[in-house]
């Protein structure tokens, strides 16, 4: 990639629509905002056919579906896509779970319990993030890095508070 494309083919803001979303406990608000902060320090994110960027990315849910609502940094509208939740569903229920577990393990398990329940938790992180970036195709092109970390703002989403 050209250095001029890595420049455009990136996300520069990326925001949550607070009414889809309401306020979490710390431990969901502090994974939403290094969710955020490390998708902003790198990222690839580019729309196919379109010769813009870099972008600025809101989202929200949409009578339950996930919308990207793309936009240039300056808030101009690009496009926005819908993205179904559904096939997301027992992923999410799945992860939640070993999140839940995981926490409680962090503040009192063995490190061999704690590292267990990671490897599980960063396994189902990996599938959904490749179900996303399978969702995605031929609308937003992510590398599996940035859909690892949109899937945590999947999650966030769900996370009702």
Same mark, same amino acid.
């Given at each position: 990639?050209?250095?001029?494309?890595?420049?455009?083919?990136?996300? #520069?803001?990326?925001?949550?629509?607070? &009414?889809?979303?309401?306020?979490?406990?710390?431990?969901?608000?502090? +994974?939403?905002?290094?969710?955020?902060?490390?998708?902003?320090?790198?990222?690839?994110?580019?729309?196919?056919?379109?010769?813009?960027?870099?972008?600025?990315?809101?989202?929200? @849910?949409?009578?339950?579906?996930?919308?990207?609502? #793309?936009?240039?940094?300056?808030? +101009?509208?690009?496009?926005?896509?819908?993205?179904?939740?559904?096939?997301?569903?027992?992923?999410?229920?799945?992860?939640?779970? #070993?999140?839940?577990?995981?926490?409680?393990?962090?503040?009192?398990?063995?490190?061999?319990?704690?590292?267990?329940?990671?490897?599980?938790?960063?396994? /189902?992180?990996? +599938? &959904?993030?490749?179900? @996303?970036?399978?969702?995605?195709?031929?609308?937003?092109?992510?590398?599996?890095?940035? &859909?690892?970390?949109?899937?945590? /703002?999947?999650?966030?989403?769900?996370?009702?508070?």
């Amino acid at each position: 990639m050209s250095n001029e494309a890595g420049t455009r083919n990136r996300l #520069v803001a990326v925001t949550l629509d607070e &009414a889809s979303i309401g306020r979490g406990s710390r431990d969901q608000e502090h +994974e939403r905002a290094i969710a955020v902060y490390d998708i902003l320090e790198a990222n690839s994110f580019a729309l196919p056919g379109y010769d813009g960027g870099p972008y600025a990315l809101h989202l929200a @849910l949409v009578d339950n579906r996930l919308c990207f609502d #793309v936009r240039t940094p300056d808030g +101009e509208p690009i496009v926005a896509h819908h993205l179904s939740l559904t096939p997301f569903r027992k992923m999410i229920r799945d992860y939640e779970m #070993v999140c839940d577990s995981y926490y409680k393990a962090i503040r009192s398990a063995s490190p061999a319990q704690i590292e267990a329940i990671d490897m599980g938790r960063r396994g /189902l992180h990996n +599938e &959904a993030a490749e179900l @996303l970036m399978q969702r995605l195709d031929g609308k937003i092109a992510i590398d599996f890095d940035t &859909a690892r970390r949109i899937f945590t /703002l999947l999650f966030a989403l769900h996370w009702k508070g």
